[in-house]
């Protein structure tokens, strides 16, 4: 499967920004989808997860409340909707796509990424 991440960009504190990614293939339903983001200096993290079909998602404590992982399998694409933005959510995000046989928050299972969209919240 190949991803397309978009939808980064400047943006106030207490701002919205919404990410959309993309993938190829016909068996988008098949993956597990998660939205990864790095901050300078810092450890790739996961920001948020969704199962296959949607009913199940996962979100650090840093994002909760705040972030909104969704998908739309009609369109192959998965978003993530970012509300209150902070200073400390900018980073350059990824989306990624896991295999089947791991849990929506196992980053090992995540094989697939797509190129970052940078995110910087201005104070």
């Known amino acids: 499967v190949q991803l397309q991440a978009s939808g980064g960009g400047l943006v106030q504190a207490g701002g919205s920004l919404r990410l959309s990614c993309t993938a190829s293939g016909r068996t988008f339903s098949s993956y597990k989808m998660g939205w990864f983001r790095q901050a300078p200096g810092k450890e790739r993290e996961l920001a948020a997860a969704i199962s296959g079909s949607g009913d199940r998602t996962y979100y650090p404590d840093s994002v909760k409340g705040r972030f909104t992982i969704s998908r739309d399998s009609a369109k192959n694409t998965a978003y993530l909707q970012m509300n209150s933005l902070k200073p400390e959510d900018t980073a350059v995000y990824y989306c990624?796509?896991?295999?089947?046989?791991?849990?929506?928050?196992?980053?090992?299972?995540?094989?697939?990424w797509g190129q970052g969209t940078l995110v910087t919240v201005s104070s």
């Open positions: 990624a796509a896991s295999s089947p046989g791991y849990s929506i928050a196992a980053i090992e299972g995540y094989r697939y």
